[in-house]
Nanobody, 124 residues
Framework: QVQLVESGGGLVQPGGSLRLSCAAS????????MGWFRQAPGKEREFVAC????????TYSDSVKGRFTISRDRAKNTVYLQMYSLKPEDTAVYYC?????????????????WGQGTQVTVSS
């Protein structure tokens, strides 16, 4: 069983920054990719970013490209989402997830394991 635990969410003003963390109970350096998704109230879960398990290749949604960075730490078995220039429309619950098999994907159906989520609120 894979466990993913997110942390780092909170309240931040527009233009501010936050770094989310996702601690995994298994190695994140494998054939499985890791991804970040978000879900705002009344909206569907939305892809944010993902990183390959066996390389540093990444993919970002157009809405966060240039503002968010996904990375990982082998020693801590943790995936990060560094968020800059935050906007009110970034407000959502952010989830990390691991693919069922294979590489990067923006489709949440390709992810098997999910964390419990962490709330990010961007407001003045």
């Amino acid at each position: 069983q894979v466990q993913l635990v997110e942390s780092g969410g909170g309240l931040v003003q527009p233009g501010g920054s936050l770094r989310l963390s996702c601690a995994a109970s298994v190695s994140i350096f494998s054939i499985n990719a890791m991804g970040w998704f978000r879900q705002a109230p009344g909206k569907e879960r939305e892809f944010v970013a993902c990183i390959n398990g066996n390389s540093d290749s990444t993919t970002y949604s157009d809405s966060v490209k240039g503002r968010f960075t996904i990375s990982r730490d082998r020693a801590k078995n943790t995936v990060y989402l560094q968020m800059y220039s935050l906007k009110p429309e970034d407000t959502a619950v952010y989830y990390c997830a691991r693919t069922r098999y294979g590489g990067r994907s923006a489709n949440p159906r390709n992810y098997e394991y999910w964390g419990q989520g962490t709330q990010v609120t961007v407001s003045s």
